[in-house]
């Protein structure tokens, strides 16, 4: 007998993977992504609870209600013929990530799972760029389905529309350029798409950083620099805050998930050198300023090493950040997540899962207005 439904819980929700044809969860309505917040009376919010409210279903022969969640919209489903007692129908629970057989892009990844839409912000301009495939280095494991996460979060969580985001996988250095502007021209594509004092703007980086050991100066990596004369092939971190800050936005949140101690990280937790004939002791930790305009997340501080949540199959540090997106960050549950909040959510989150999976430290460098707000999820 087919399974009539697949519950996933992952991420502290509960979320219809799959809906068998003819079942009596199709017939009520149920549709894949539909989020299951309550069976009945219980609250469920993970496998355990929505198996500890299945099993304590009613035998006395009544319809059971679902409380779920449709996008923004709150929907009660009586599945009509669970009336039969003891009855539960065909059902399997799974906890963690959902397989990758499951056709439903929300089954595919844990972060994308109860993420709902956020009205939209039509002025709200986004640069997603994932490098990952590298001709002269590591591959950037992850950056890919980092970036594709992120701009997934852009458009439902913050509300930027689709054709608002610069979207640029594998970038070469003049790609780059093309975007952010040049040390003698900041007007890039990004500083011309910016609307004066409306628009805000958030920056996402996933891929290779890397010191010049001659300037102790931290660079992001293009597919197609080497890392050995990234002072000349890569792209200046201080360059990029620098043209940044001086676009009239209403607001600029940078973030950057790599590291710049002169390491890479593969998915074991094992590093190799970036640079081929530097030890890691000659490898002056890269601290660039900020300007005041900026709100900027960093994946590690100092020569820390950024590293990989195979399990998750992310970073760790843009799991844990897109995670604090979804609520967690929300502390004080006023529906409003603050620098201040996402920093503390994230220097004990990635902090301590860093420590627990590879046995070394990553402390996340943010800087910035602690009361700035980054987004409002209610």
Not at 279 to 303: C, H, M, Q, R
Not at 340 to 362: F, P, W
Request: glycine letters at 10%.
């Amino acid at each position: 007998m087919g399974t009539d439904v697949l519950f996933v819980a992952s991420g502290g929700t509960v979320v219809v993977a799959s809906v068998g044809i003819g079942s009596p969860y199709a017939t009520a309505g149920f549709l894949v992504g539909d989020v299951v917040e309550y069976v009945g009376k219980r609250r469920v919010s993970d496998g355990r609870t929505l198996r500890d409210a299945l099993a304590a279903l009613p035998t006395t022969g009544r319809a059971v209600l679902f409380r779920v969640m449709r996008g923004k919209v709150v929907l009660y489903i009586a599945v009509e013929s669970l009336r039969q007692p003891g009855s539960r129908g065909n059902v399997s629970v799974q906890d963690g990530r959902s397989p990758t057989q499951l056709e439903s892009s929300l089954a595919d990844d844990s972060l994308l799972l109860g993420l709902s839409m956020a009205a939209t912000m039509a002025d709200a301009i986004g640069v997603v760029v994932g490098a990952t495939a590298y001709k002269q280095a590591p591959k950037a494991e992850y950056a890919a389905e980092d970036a594709r996460a992120v701009r997934e979060y852009l458009v439902r969580a913050f509300g930027y529309q689709e054709g608002n985001i610069i979207f640029l996988p594998d970038p070469t250095k003049g790609q780059l350029e093309e975007v952010f502007g040049s040390a003698g021209n900041p007007r890039g594509k990004l500083f011309n798409w910016v609307k004066p004092q409306e628009s805000n703007v958030f920056v996402y980086y996933a891929g290779h950083g890397a010191p010049s050991v001659s300037d102790k100066k931290g660079y992001l990596v293009p597919v197609d620099a080497s890392p050995d004369y990234v002072s000349a092939s890569g792209y200046p971190l201080d360059l990029l805050y620098a043209n940044l800050a001086k676009m009239p936005a209403k607001s600029i949140t940078v973030v950057i998930d790599a590291c710049f101690s002169g390491l890479a990280a593969d998915t074991g937790g094992r590093s190799t050198m970036l640079l081929k004939d530097a030890s890691p002791l000659v490898v002056a930790p890269v601290s660039e300023d900020v300007p005041s305009k900026l709100s900027v997340f960093a994946a590690a501080t100092g020569s820390q090493l950024a590293s990989w949540y195979p399990e998750k199959g992310h970073s760790l540090f843009t799991y844990w950040f897109l995670m604090g997106l979804k609520g967690d960050a929300d502390t004080d549950h006023d529906g409003s997540i603050t620098l201040g909040e996402m920093k503390a959510y994230l220097s004990e989150n990635v902090t301590y899962t860093a420590r627990r999976l590879y046995g070394r430290d990553q402390t996340p460098e943010v800087r910035g207005r602690m009361d700035a707000e980054i987004l409002r999820t209610k």
